[in-house]
């Protein structure tokens, strides 16, 4: 049976919310499995009919390493790995069949627009899941959080509940290859 793989990384935990409330919104047209990045497997199955991949922005981008011990000296995050994350992932995973259907999220302040903007977390992980052989679903889908550590804004969580949904109509309508 053709099922969905959400991957995440979650500095905070909002992440984490969002890649579940997707889950739970496909959960109508297909299965799902929800998984870290760092325990993400490093080959996706063909049974894999959807991979769903996101994470927080930081410093504008992906998290990366330095970024990542940021959050842990700054904010006192719990991260047991900072070398190891959804960038990381992506660039060492491995599609056993090209074109599968992909989309991206992340998690976003909410504050400034024009910074707001500024934020390229989701466009990186589209570009990453290209090179991966991977063919995007949907547009990438920004969630926001109200502070440094949270918690998603207002009404973020069902929204992700929504987005999920429509992936999954959008795969099981055949509007999408896979």
Same mark, same amino acid.
């Given at each position: ?11 905070? !935990?909002?992440?984490?919310?969002? =890649? ?15 998984? =870290? ?18 994470? @927080? ?5 992906? @998290?990366?390493? $330095? ?9 006192? #995050?719990?991260?047991?790995?900072? +070398? ?11 599609? $056993? ?14 504050? +400034? ?26 547009? #990438? *889908?920004?969630?926001?959080? $109200?502070?440094? *550590? !949270? ?28």
């Amino acid at each position: 049976m053709t099922r969905a793989l959400i991957v995440y990384e979650s500095i905070f !935990g909002d992440a984490r919310v969002i =890649a579940h409330a997707i889950a739970d919104g496909l959960a109508d047209a297909m299965p799902a499995d929800v998984v =870290a990045a760092a325990d993400a497997p490093a080959e996706i199955d063909p049974d894999v009919g959807l991979l769903v991949v996101g994470g @927080p922005n930081h410093a504008f981008g992906m @998290p990366r390493p $330095t970024t990542r011990q940021s959050a842990v000296d700054q904010n006192d #995050a719990h991260i047991t790995d900072t +070398h190891t994350g959804l960038h990381e992932w992506l660039g060492s995973a491995r599609l $056993t069949q090209r074109g599968t259907p992909a989309a991206a999220f992340d998690t976003r302040g909410s504050g +400034h627009p024009v910074l707001t903007r500024m934020d390229h977390a989701a466009k990186t992980e589209e570009k990453l899941l290209g090179k991966l052989g991977a063919t995007i679903a949907a547009p #990438a *889908e920004h969630f926001f959080v $109200t502070g440094t *550590e !949270g918690p998603l804004a207002e009404g973020e969580e069902e929204r992700a509940r929504y987005w999920g949904r429509v992936l999954g109509e959008l795969l099981t309508t055949g509007a999408v290859p896979g």
